[in-house]
């Protein structure tokens, strides 16, 4: 028999094997107790899906041997269109709320802010090589600290983002202190824990946070001053400039916000990057025995990286908040923490670029399905597992130097450690 | 007193459930050093299972519970088996000796699917059955209040323990386990001796698969209530169980699984319900500042 | 400036049951090159890691003298305290440069104090404030002139981990340099090196010791031994059994039957007969 028609016959058998009970026997409740409902069709149409995906898949792999070559090139290739891709990004993101409606500025808006954490993210994965799962955490905090400073004292926006920063910076600071010296995946699981521990806290302590209902009349940001409302009067943006009120202009300063706040990561992750503690950063991710041996203070750096990176979590949380005018515990799930390390990691560790266009690709693919419902969860799923299987080292892999005496030439990503924090 | 020794009782059962799904973390923690996120969407699978096997053989007019438990634990280990084979072979088998975190990002994409897969095919709503084993010992009775050991809570610890033995005896004393065991060691010295280390590492899967849907018929029965989304909250604990116990280690993850068990039961039953789960993990972090391996992990000694 | 750069007293280092370093008393005097020499497992790397803070010694003391009179007990100080105050630096046995960075940003982290003496100067970096340019400057000189000395100025901008071997070891050496240290400690320098690759070591280290930088080293490699040290200890089984100048040790009987000793089982390396009887012998 035909090898890969024999292969196709096994995954279909295996299939069958796995979809019989799940698919084949749907349960449903009942006054009287459960009782199952046969689907033979859902099943057979799942089993054929496999024995056709897998042949097909066999074939055109039979036909084409050199696929990882082919994706070592699309690296290379998006790398050396950076260089023109960077400014043509950075145009398109500023011009796209003339050239795009309501529902391109709200899916902006919303891919800006996981561009924004992911640029937060990586300074703490990609630079300094901590593993953390709980980056939420500080996301939470930020929104909150800027509900709640809102809600009691009456304080605005953009008095309260950088408090909104300097209170996530504490708490990862606070939350680091203790665990960083753990390695490895004993960092990975506590980051988890503290990130469920903060949702738990704001969940329950319903006196503070409001608990499940959230809370709600966060007010909106101003531009100088000048409010974003209806009302027309002069010190709305409208009637200031003499123009008609629209609902579309405080989007798009929201969107300017955003786009504000992500070029600001970006910049102090680059200029970070070039000075003496970024340096430290990687190094501490290449070797830590290392930068001990020379003289460098492994918790402080770390918790600098740690710090900084909450920050960043903790503005876009602030605006977060702003943005909705309404948090609850809901929007601070470990799926979030999951998503903005898989766009870290997607982009390729480290790589600025790299995480912009995971944004792009992931937040913007997940809205493309929006139609499919509750198939759409399923199909993200299966996108993080073929990406990974077929990209591991992300978008943009490699990593540029720092600093050079002649010209900078990119280290091939094989060289460049992950870290083990 | 009464009241304590009904929240040991309660505490032991659950921990029972924690450890039989943190082995699972711990061995293919131990093998391959990744974390395998997607475990506890297997153990969800597996309560789904269960429950779909009971259901049937009770369609099917099978009235004998003993005989419908036994059938179900087979079936339901035996095709929960499957998912880790398939799982390992199709999520994590591309990405071995590849960078740490491809594997990692891999295992939470399982993860979702997983649980959307379970959503989609099964329904959103919660499943409940009816109590298959009701009844108990009444173990003593302090001024109205009466201690309770139900049967539902013997057949749990005693199942456990009994597949926990089957498991102990596997790893510890024939040539599949010394091959994992040497797998776990070094890994290309082991391939190099002649091990079939991918075979290992699928039978690695596949048993931990086996002893999450064990978990899995064990949940459903106590709780008599599953939904797709028990997979996450219970594979968290159960993590946090296994690096409790130190992580790769298999004795370490009972011990664990028995420490959260323990603490969230008594938390619940003195201070608050809601906040067990902050309880568990502050335990978590506490023991790790001052024990960074754990509870039974090994100390490596930095080698420089 | 009679007091010896670096004393180690009554040093013992027990790992559970197993002493690695028993009671173990020596002495480096400023502006040598003292090396300490073993059979395999004889506690070597032990004590240098003891020295540089890697273990806590079970026991004992090592007091550092620096030449403006200070004193460190560095069996108390944190590892990257005895980096940065204590000026000590060292290499590893297994090289651990940053692979993934260039050789010259290998030399910058060397800097990071220099560059950044606390927190807040770092973060002011960020925005071009606190001198960070001017340190930056004055640290790629630095790190320039040291590619000079050991020949890799071509390769500055290589990532570390191409580097052949050799330069490899070298670089190592330039980068725990570059941080200032009154005490450099060099753990196998010379392993895995050609013989023309050891000769130009042995140059390197002695231009350093003549920089005004004292040197601990560790090394099977007894033509490079011999040739530069100014002072050997002797260790076996974790204690002292020779101490003295190249010549006295050579001809020490307990130093030829704890090697002769060890050679037949698993040290092939029976350097000191061969480096008396060789060429090399005539150059001490």
Known sequence: ?421 | ?304 | MDSPLLQVTDLTMRFGGLTAVNALSFEARRGEITSVIGPNGAGKTTVFNCITGFYRPTSGGIALTHPDGAVFQLQTLPGHRIARRARVARTFQNIRLFAGMTVLENLLVAQHNALMPNVASGLLAVFGLGGHGAAEVIAIDRARGWLDRINLLPRADDPAGALPYGDQRRLEIARAMCTAPVLLCLDEPAAGLNPRESDALAELLKTIQADGCSVLLIEHDMGVVMRISDHIVVLDHGQRISDGDPAHVRADPNVIAAYLGEGDEDDPDVPLAAASDGPLAAAS
């Open chain 1, 1 to 421: 028999m035909n090898p890969i028609l024999k292969d196709a016959g096994i995954s279909a058998l295996v299939a069958l094997g796995l979809f019989g009970p799940m698919i084949g026997l749907k349960t449903e409740a009942s006054a009287t107790g459960l009782f199952l409902v046969p689907r033979p069709l859902a099943l057979a149409a799942a089993v054929a899906a496999v024995f056709f995906g897998r042949l097909v898949l066999l074939t055109w792999r039979g036909r084409r041997p050199g696929r990882y070559r082919a994706n070592r090139g699309l690296s290379e290739a998006l790398k050396r269109s950076g260089r023109f891709l960077t400014p043509v990004l950075l145009a398109f993101a500023v011009v796209l709320p003339f050239i795009s409606g309501r529902y391109g500025i709200d899916l902006g808006i919303l891919v800006l802010t996981y561009v924004m954490l992911g640029w937060g993210l990586n300074i703490v994965v990609g630079l300094a090589g901590l593993l953390d799962l709980g980056y939420v955490a500080f996301y939470a905090v930020g929104a909150y600290s800027f509900a709640l400073l809102s809600q009691t004292f009456g304080l605005g926006f953009w008095t309260c983002l950088p408090l909104a920063g300097l209170f996530a910076a504490t708490w990862g600071v606070m939350l680091g202190f203790p665990v960083l010296r753990l390695r490895g995946d004993y960092l990975a699981i506590v980051t988890l824990a503290f990130g469920e521990i903060i949702r738990i806290v704001l969940l329950n302590a319903t006196s503070i946070t409001g608990g499940p209902n959230g809370i709600a009349g966060i007010p909106r940001p101003t531009l100088f001053g000048l409010q974003f409302s209806a009302a027309g009067g002069p010190d709305t943006f409208s009637g200031f400039f003499g123009l008609e009120y629209s609902p579309t202009q405080r989007v798009a300063f929201l969107y300017y916000v955003i786009l504000g706040l992500a070029l600001l990561t970006n910049w102090v992750t680059l200029r970070l990057r070039r000075v003496a503690l970024g340096r430290a950063w990687e190094a501490l991710r290449e070797d830590e025995i290392a930068c001990r041996s020379l003289g460098i203070n492994v918790t402080v750096t770390k918790l600098t990286a740690f710090a900084i990176g909450a920050a960043f979590g903790g503005f876009a949380g602030a605006f977060f908040a702003t943005r909705n005018a309404f948090i609850s515990p809901e929007s601070f799930t470990f799926i979030e923490s999951a998503i903005v390390l898989a766009i870290v990691v997607l982009g390729g560790l480290g790589s600025q670029l790299g995480t912009a266009l995971a944004a792009i690709v992931m937040i913007g693919g997940f809205e493309v399905f929006r139609d499919l419902a509750e198939y759409r969860m399923l199909l993200f799923g299966t996108a993080l597992v073929l990406i990974m299987i077929l990209r591991p080292r992300g978008l943009v892999s490699g990593r540029t130097p720092s600093v050079a005496l002649g010209r900078r030439r990119e280290i091939s990503a094989e060289l460049v450690a992950e870290g083990r924090g």
């Open chain 2, 1 to 304: 007193m009464a009241y304590a020794l009904q929240q040991l009782i309660n505490g032991v059962t659950l921990g029972m459930i924690y450890g039989l799904i943190a082995v699972g973390y711990t061995m293919v923690y131990g093998i391959i050093g990744m974390i395998n996120f997607a475990h506890g969407d297997v153990f969800m699978i597996g309560a789904f299972l269960s429950l779909i096997s009971l259901t049937l053989l009770s369609v099917l007019g099978l009235s004998s519970v003993p005989l419908a438990l036994a059938l179900t634990l087979v079936f339901a280990a035996g095709i929960a088996a499957l998912y880790g084979w398939t799982i390992e072979r199709v999520a994590y088998r591309p990405l071995r000796g590849s960078f740490r975190l491809a594997p990692l990002i891999s295992a939470i994409g399982m993860s979702i699917v997983l649980q959307n897969f379970a959503q989609v095919s099964q329904g959103a709503r919660v499943k409940p059955i009816a109590p298959l084993i009701p009844g108990g010992i009444q173990l003593m009775n302090v001024e109205g209040f009466a201690v309770q050991l139900s049967w539902m809570q013997i057949v749990i610890v005693v199942t456990t323990l009994a597949v926990l033995g089957v498991f102990t005896y596997l790893v510890s004393a024939t040539p599949l386990g010394r091959s994992m065991r040497a797998c776990e060691q070094d890994q290309k010295m082991a391939g190099l001796l002649g091990i079939d280390t991918d075979k290992t590492i699928s039978l690695t899967f596949v048993i931990g698969a086996a002893l999450a849907a064990v978990a899995g018929l064990m949940f459903l029965l106590y709780y008599g209530v599953i939904d797709f989304f028990i997979g996450f909250v219970a594979g968290v604990k159960a993590f946090t169980a296994a690096v409790l116990g130190g992580i790769g280690s298999l004795p370490g993850a009972v011990l664990g699984g028995l420490a959260i068990g323990l603490i969230e039961t008594f938390w619940s039953a003195y201070f608050s319900v809601q906040y067990k789960d902050v309880a568990a993990f502050s335990i978590l972090v506490i023991v790790l500042i001052f024990l960074p391996t754990g509870l039974l992990g090994r100390t490596d000694v930095e080698k420089v």
